[in-house]
């Protein structure tokens, strides 16, 4: 009987601890608004659970959504998503993983949607020599899908969002022979070493912020975030990948994975390494994004 007493205590204490923690989460997304500056809520894993995903998010706070597309197969289903949903920026790319199944059409199918769709941004484009780029993909021919890529990104004036692991010396230089781009470039997942920070930073780089993040010693990445302009910071998620530690929601039926409304555990991590308060943060990080992302024909109003 008193086993039995302690386990009921233990279950509503969790249940108080739950509801007491979606509480605050809720009068927290009252005063802030949050942008989930890179995500793939058309990823084959999430996808039919994508409008609860965006309800769950919506009632956190979060407004925005920039969800990338990365092969041929899954822009239109970007397309379709941001077609029924006004908080959904669209981002078409090749991502460097999958560049070695590109069809010979690809990069003029790429221009099409872009034509079609002027609210649409660049991504996910980028380069990656680190193991966990699959075998075979050849990084010569990653340089040359990333550089026709970017160039685009520069005369259409809008933002690219780019993966960058382990290539940083090869990124810089065909950025500073592209660049500068005034219509911004995103880093994203950004966990590169602080020491590129300035070069990129002058060529018009942001910086985005995941739950990539956390893995990382705290004085490394404390020292990679401070090396970031507070007017170049972003947060997002990389949904359904990068899963922060402590996340506040989990997936319904796969507790493996991220979702946007998760943006939240992005934001008290990176405000307790820069030692600012959340709000301020989040105020920070959403005007940023709201810049970056208010190009000419963009959903978004510059605010």
């Known amino acids: 009987m008193k086993e039995l007493s302690i386990k009921i205590l233990s279950i509503s204490l969790a249940v108080f601890s739950i509801i007491s923690s979606e509480a605050n989460l809720k009068s927290m997304a009252m005063k802030m608004k949050l942008f989930d500056a890179h995500c793939h809520l058309q990823d084959q894993r999430i996808i039919d659970k994508a409008p609860q995903l965006i309800a769950t998010a ?16 899954d822009w239109h289903l970007v397309k379709e998503m941001s077609d029924e949903y006004c908080s959904v920026i669209p981002n078409f790319g090749l991502h460097p993983w999958f560049v070695q199944g590109k069809s010979p059409s690809w990069f003029s199918t790429l221009k099409e949607f872009f034509e079609a769709n002027p609210s649409a941004a660049v991504g996910e484009i980028g380069l990656d020599k680190s193991p966990l780029a699959p075998k075979g993909v050849d ?59 300035p070069e990129l930073t002058k060529l018009g ?16 990445a404390r020292k990679v975030v401070k090396a970031v302009p507070l007017d170049r910071i972003l947060l997002e998620t990389d949904s359904p990948d990068g899963l922060p ?7 319904p039926g796969n507790d493996t994975l991220n979702q946007p409304a998760n943006v939240h555990s992005v934001l008290i991590y990176v ?3 820069l030692e600012m308060s959340k709000e301020e943060l989040a105020e920070i990080s ?15 109003p510059l605010e």
Do not use: W
């Open 271 to 273: 405000a307790s390494l």
């Open 139 to 197: 990084f010569a021919d990653q340089i040359e899908v990333f550089k026709k890529q970017i160039k685009l990104a520069k005369e259409l004036e809008r933002p690219a969002s780019v993966h960058c692991l382990d290539a940083f010396p090869e990124l810089l230089r065909i950025m500073k022979d592209i660049g500068p781009f005034p219509s911004g470039v995103i880093l994203h997942s950004f966990q590169g070493p602080p020491e590129v920070v």
């Open 286 to 300: 959403y005007k940023n994004a709201v810049r970056l992302f208010s190009f000419q024909g963009s959903k978004i």
């Open 245 to 251: 530690k402590n996340p506040l929601f989990l997936v």
């Open 205 to 220: 780089s942001y910086f985005s912020f995941s739950g990539h993040l956390m893995p990382l010693q705290e004085n490394k």
């Open 58 to 73: 919506y009632g956190a706070g979060v407004v925005y959504f920039a969800v990338n597309g990365i092969t041929e197969k």
